[in-house]
């Protein structure tokens, strides 16, 4: 589910023809976020949105119909400083959430162990990273993911996937995939 500013869909579009998961674009977050989940058609849901300080009252909305939140954020001053809204929205609705260091340049370590230690002191931090490589930005410019164009990425979005599924209480099989039935009618953003 995307109520972003239409990346995914620019992706897809230069991916072609998706294998597996749906991009569903939605008119009532509220309203059709229930009707997929009641019609069980779907095992899960993933709400993308964009920033808290762009849209506050999408996210906000996103949230609301959440069983739990991811919330990426890079390591930089302006990013983490926002964070103390998606905080405050997230125990609002009281759904567990925990921040995602993404982009991360890894020979920044000062930078990143001030980021960690403020996002701290709102929430949980994921242990995963995601780094900061061309080879991400490439591959969506040719509608590719990470690991699709370099395999050693296949371990920064396996490490996200277990912690999004502990964050979230999703059964997967042995191959990481969402069991079926495992989170009947769950959404998660």
């Not at 990013?79 to 920044?108: N, Q, Y």
């Not at 995963?128 to 050693?152: C, D, F, W």
Request: charged letters at 20%; aromatic letters at 4%; hydrophobic letters at 45%.
């Amino acid at each position: 589910m995307n109520a972003d500013q239409g990346n995914i869909q620019q992706w897809v579009a230069v991916r072609g023809e998706l294998f597996g998961p749906a991009i569903i674009e939605v008119e009532n977050l509220t309203k059709d976020v229930q009707v997929l989940a009641d019609g069980g058609e779907y095992d899960l849901l993933l709400i993308d949105t964009p920033p808290v300080i762009d849209e506050a009252s999408i996210v906000e909305a996103a949230v609301a119909v959440s069983d739990a939140v991811v919330i990426p954020v890079r390591p930089s001053i302006l990013d983490v400083g926002a964070m103390p809204a998606m905080a405050e929205i997230c125990a609002e609705h009281r759904k567990p959430f925990s921040f995602l260091l993404c982009d991360v340049t890894t020979s920044w370590t000062a930078l990143n162990a001030r980021s960690v230690a403020a996002l701290t002191e709102l929430g949980p931090v994921m242990a995963a990273r995601i780094s900061h490589r061309m080879q991400y930005v490439n591959a969506l410019t040719i509608g590719r993911t990470g690991p699709e164009l370099a395999k050693e990425f296949e371990h920064e979005v396996s490490a996200l996937w277990s912690e999004v599924c502990r964050l979230a209480d999703i059964k997967t099989a042995p191959d990481g995939a969402v069991s079926p039935g495992s989170k009947k009618g769950r959404r998660h953003g």
